[in-house]
């Protein structure tokens, strides 16, 4: 962390890590219950010569970012609408479509320096299990969240975490847009004008090269919020504040 923030830059050819439907809830999103030996998360702790009876729960270990972060978006009953017919924390990595665990492809993008969205549908970060779900999703390089709407709290914490939460004009979904989790998707207007509740266009192509331009409203809501975002973070924020 610098003294002062970087640019805010654009999100440009991200691509979409998740399509998800209503309700997904923090509890969705935040690592919880035991850790399985074939995750990200055991294969990280048995390279670290834990042993696997003594992994325990993603709660007895929420201090320790590798494994959290290993564990978000990995809920056993999460459905990724990418694929079909499949339960659990897994996706697409594109343009090959190879099926592999959330995180293993979040960091396959990000050593591809690709930045990633998610999409999902109404009342997004529903639920109790707050810190982790936002924070997470940050770790994982998600640059913005597109839903329908969104639960308040966590709408908030996303900004805090330095992701932008965006959402559809009435009636229209990533269902509507016919969107497969195969295409592209460039945010313009984030490093420059950025202001509450102001109007996005984001262009999203599909693997055949169409492109549709889609309207989003941006969830950052007050300027407090604005200032958080731009330094990365509350934290980041607070931080910066008390060194000056």
Known sequence: M???????TDIDDARVLGLFLDSITTDHISPAGSIKQASPAGEYLRDHQVRPQDFNQYGTR???HQVMMRGTFANIRIKNQMLEGVEGGVTKHFPDGEQMPIYDAAMKYKAEG????????KEYGTGSSRDWA????NLLGVRAVIAQSFERIHRSNLVGMGVV?????EGQSWQTLGLKGDETVTIKGLAEG???????NAEI??????TQVVPLLCRIDTLDELDY???????HYVLRSLAA
């Open 114 to 121: 690709t930045p990633l969205v998610v999409f999902a549908g």
């Open 2 to 8: 610098e003294r002062e923030p970087e640019a805010i």
């Open 165 to 169: 939460p965006l959402t559809f004009q």
């Open 205 to 210: 192509t599909s693997a055949n090269g169409e």
């Open 194 to 200: 950025l202001k509450p509740r102001v109007t996005l």
């Open 134 to 137: 936002a924070k997470g999703t």
């Open 62 to 64: 929420r201090g320790n």
């Open 229 to 235: 975002f731009k330094n990365g973070g509350i934290l």
